[in-house]
């Protein structure tokens, strides 16, 4: 449902609100293209054929763990289809989500600033948005005609058999299509 922000109208968030997305866990990412358009390439006979563009993607997502090192990342499945691009991505245990001493000053420093408004690092949202823009600046410097939907999708991994049944999802997008 939509509400009114400064007379705007604005899509409340999907995000869960006791939830910090820094914190050590799996992920299901899904991004898609804007207006769905089939920008990275196409199915054929149940296989996925790139564009230069989805190759792109593919190339910078398997980029995030070494350009994040410090986020302790492990890409689990993932797949680029012709308009949209789905992942599993686990933040592991690192020092932006290390538990700490709740009667520590840092830590009540976090937890004072965990819901505020504003850009947020070291989360499942600044790796999504420095993966978006990356893909955005080839697609730029490159004169290739793309864009990508403004939000993303993500669910929080419950357990092995929610995993198992991501990963399914993931491999068999293709011949599913």
């Known amino acids: 449902m939509s509400k009114k922000f400064q007379n705007k109208y604005r899509?409340?968030?999907t995000r869960l609100q006791?939830?910090?997305y820094g914190w050590n866990a799996d992920y299901f990412v899904t991004i898609k293209t804007k207006d769905r358009k089939p920008?990275?390439?196409?199915?054929?006979?149940?296989?996925?054929?790139l564009t230069k563009i989805g190759e792109i993607v593919q190339s910078?997502?398997?980029?995030?763990p070494d350009i994040r090192p410090d986020m302790n990342l492990k890409l689990g499945a993932?797949?680029?289809?012709p308009n949209h691009f789905h992942a599993i991505i686990t933040i592991g245990k690192n020092q932006y989500n290390l538990k700490q001493n709740i009667g520590s000053k840092d830590a009540m420093h976090r937890?004072?600033?965990m819901h505020q408004f504003g850009a947020h690092r070291k989360n499942l949202a600044s790796i999504i948005r420095g993966f978006k823009s990356s893909v955005t600046t080839y697609a730029q410097k490159h004169h290739i005609i793309f864009g990508w939907q403004s939000r993303f999708y993500d669910r929080i991994i419950?357990?092995?058999?929610?995993?198992?049944?991501?990963?399914?999802?993931i491999r068999n997008n293709p011949k599913n299509w």
């Open 18 to 20: 006791n939830w910090n």
């Open 60 to 64: 910078e997502w398997l980029k995030t």
């Open 158 to 169: 419950n357990d092995s058999i929610d995993y198992m049944k991501c990963e399914h999802y």
């Open 39 to 49: 920008y990275f390439g196409k199915i054929v006979h149940g296989e996925m054929v």
């Open 11 to 13: 899509i409340e968030s």
């Open 111 to 113: 937890i004072s600033t």
């Open 78 to 81: 993932w797949i680029v289809m």
